[in-house]
Nanobody, 126 residues
Framework: QVQLVESGGGLVQTGGSLRLSCAAS????????VGWFRQAPGKEREFVAA????????SYADSVKGRFTISRDNAKTTVYLQMNSLKPEDTAIYYC???????????????????WGQGTQVTVSS
């Protein structure tokens, strides 16, 4: 069993920054990839970023590449998502999730993740 708790969301103006945190407990956190996903009202949940179990490999959605940075601190069992140059279209609930398979590289596919947090709201005003 894994518990994931996201934090750091809020209201920010266009061009602003936020740093989301995903704190994990339960399973051996350092053995699993972690992904960030988001869901805007009326839209399907979509991939944002992922990081491999050791942190050596990252991937990003094209819409956030160059603006968002994913990182992890296995000693603190926490994954971060630094979001810069935020745009109104980044408004969504952001979720973190852990990969199903240990020692994985970090998939973009939702079915490859099994445990999910409750989400944190990010609102970017224009």
């Amino acid at each position: 069993q894994v518990q994931l708790v996201e934090s750091g969301g809020g209201l920010v103006q266009t061009g602003g920054s936020l740093r989301l945190s995903c704190a994990a407990s339960g399973r051996t956190f350092s053995s699993y990839a972690v992904g960030w996903f988001r869901q805007a009202p009326g839209k399907e949940r979509e991939f944002v970023a992922a990081i491999s179990w050791r942190g050596g490999s990252t991937s990003y959605a094209d819409s956030v590449k160059g603006r968002f940075t994913i990182s992890r601190d296995n000693a603190k069992t926490t994954v971060y998502l630094q979001m810069n140059s935020l745009k109104p279209e980044d408004t969504a609930i952001y979720y973190c999730a852990t990969g199903r398979r240990p020692e994985d590289w970090g998939s973009r596919a939702i079915p490859d993740y099994d445990y999910w947090g409750q989400g944190t709201q990010v609102t970017v005003s224009s």
